[in-house]
């Protein structure tokens, strides 16, 4: 059974990091394509990155690039996206996802991904 738990949300000033985690149990992270999402209020789910299941190629939507690094420990079954420079407009829960997709995991939209976690808040205020 695949599960999916997020961790190290919470709240952070302006300009500041976390680092978020998701473990995963019951199925090889190798054979899957991650996805980080987020969902602000009011808000539909957006795809945050990705990281195909077939060349670990990772993606990254354009609101994110430079500043958040999605990276996957396989030997721990562990997903990470650290988040550097946050902005106020990154507040959100913050979401993980898998799916064995055949083609970019940036073709997918959320609905496409059958496995997620239950979430972790981030708040970026001063």
């Known amino acids: 059974q695949v599960q999916l738990v997020e961790s190290g949300g919470g709240h952070v000033q302006p300009g500041g990091s976390l680092r978020l985690s998701c473990a995963a149990t019951?199925?090889?992270?190798?054979?899957?394509?991650i996805g980080w999402f987020r969902q602000a209020s009011g808000k539909e789910r957006e795809r945050v990155s990705c990281?195909?299941?077939?060349?670990?190629?990772?993606s990254y939507e354009d609101s994110v690039k430079g500043r958040f690094t999605m990276s996957v420990d396989n030997a721990k079954n562990m997903i990470y996206l650290q988040m550097n420079n946050l902005r106020p407009d990154d507040t959100a829960v913050y979401y993980c996802a898998a799916e064995n997709l055949a083609l970019s995991c940036k073709v997918y939209r959320p609905h496409e991904y059958g496995n997620w976690g239950p979430g972790t808040q981030v708040t970026v205020s001063s």
């Open positions: 019951g199925f090889s992270l190798r054979s899957y394509a």
């Open positions: 990281i195909n299941s077939s060349n670990r190629v990772t």
